[in-house]
């Protein structure tokens, strides 16, 4: 074939009707767009997201073993997608300089600003478990300067420390608050940033030897709103949390509103001074707890609107059932049930509900993904790079990482130290020796154990 295009157009063709029906072929085939091949890797571009995850669920096996019949060899295939991956639980503008030396922070804020725009106060479903919650964060983004004399002021609620579990709605109504302010203050510069953006930045400019931007850019600008996505992510990173300590202290004590969201609360947030857990529990603490049957029914409701597919009450019933703690498992079930009705070409039943549910529960997260997590947890943590984790170097601190990396391995995931040592390169008892001098470390040293901790716990829970 003289192009790859004509390959790609050949490939299509096994897939056109009559070979599938019209519809799945208009849903899930016609607008696939073809971005590249390599000669080994073929490269395709979906516009929503629900394609790219039916393509990957349905077809993609398909298509390879397809290429393989048009061109007589097999190929992988790389999906790439336009829309943003949602996540209930999820900026600021950034100058030039800034996008330089902090190219990938910056780029993932400007999708974060994105992304966040969608939550407002009027689509969080209000249930019991989180009416606390949602009554102390419309107070403070009704009146973020502090200038009502009605009782509840700024100074009661600053800072506003909001925790529980991932996947109960922590991001959506941070964000619901900056979008507020954004609203009814427009003169006021709110800043919203992850806690992990913040540590990176961070890191960066102490590499790079531009504290003197970092500072500009957060604690001698001229911000008055701070807002902070899952601080529990700077516990164990010393650096980042005497920065953070003292980007914290001059906010507050200016008057300027700062709001924080946590997996857990202060006190359990091991590895931070006490002086920051104790600034964090000078203002209001409000946690979310799992939404209760009624509010979980309210949601997958939402939910179904919004992607303006009609699901009966008892399937919708069927689904907050069996999905009690996240509400982000619901979101999934309800994408899979449309997929899975699309394909079918069936109207949503309990049956297909059960299918749907048994495939988003089951999924657990990708080994590789989760040693890439460990991997990159215990490279901020403890400086040292992936590479040096990796290495066969025998410097003290690079040891450490290692031992810090095998040890989580082994807690984490059901790797068996043979194979811990064949992903590194070592033999199984040397990963055993280094794991036991890493368990003597811990019990010698309090400060490391919850060190250690929380960083399993940033993995778990992320």
Known sequence: MDSYNEIWQAVLRYYE????????????????????????????????????????????????????????????????????????????????????????????????????????????????????????????ASDPCGTKTDGATIGNYNPLFIYGNSGLGKTHIL?????EIKRKFPELNVVYVKAEAFTNEFIQSLQYKTTDEFHNKYRDSNIDVFLVDDIQFIAGKDSTVEEFFHTFDKFVYSGKLVVLTSDRPPKDIQSITDRLRS?????????????EFETRCEIIKRKAML???????DVIQFIAENIKTNIRQIEGVLKRLYALCEISEHKPTISLARSAIKNVVDEEQPLPVTLQRILEEVS???????????????????????????YIIRTVTNMTLEDIGEEFGRHHSSVMYNIAQIEKKMKEDSKLSRQINDIINNIKNN
């Open 17 to 140: 009707p009559p070979h599938s029906t019209q519809t799945a072929y208009n849903l899930w085939i016609k607008n696939i767009q073809f971005v590249s091949f390599d000669g080994s890797t073929v490269t395709l571009n979906f516009e929503k997201r629900i394609n790219q995850d039916v393509f990957n669920a349905h077809y993609k096996s398909k298509f390879i073993e397809t290429f393989k019949e048009v061109i007589g060899f097999e190929v992988e295939i790389n999906t790439l997608c336009d829309e943003p991956e949602d996540d209930d639980d999820n900026g600021n503008n950034n100058s030039d300089v800034n996008d330089i030396l902090y190219p990938n922070q910056n780029k993932q804020q400007r999708l974060d600003d994105f992304k966040s725009e969608q939550f407002t106060f009027e689509n969080f479903i209000v249930g019991p478990t989180n009416r606390f919650v949602y009554a102390a964060a419309r107070a403070v």
């Open 175 to 179: 964000s619901a608050i900056r979008n």
């Open 279 to 291: 600034r964090f529990e000078d203002g209001l603490i409000a946690d979310i707890q799992q939404p």
């Open 307 to 313: 992607i303006n597919f009609e699901i009966s009450d």
């Open 380 to 406: 901020r943590t403890t400086g040292i790079t992936i590479d040096e984790i990796y290495s066969s170097k025998q410097k003290a601190s690079i040891s450490h990482a290692r031992q810090v990396v095998f």
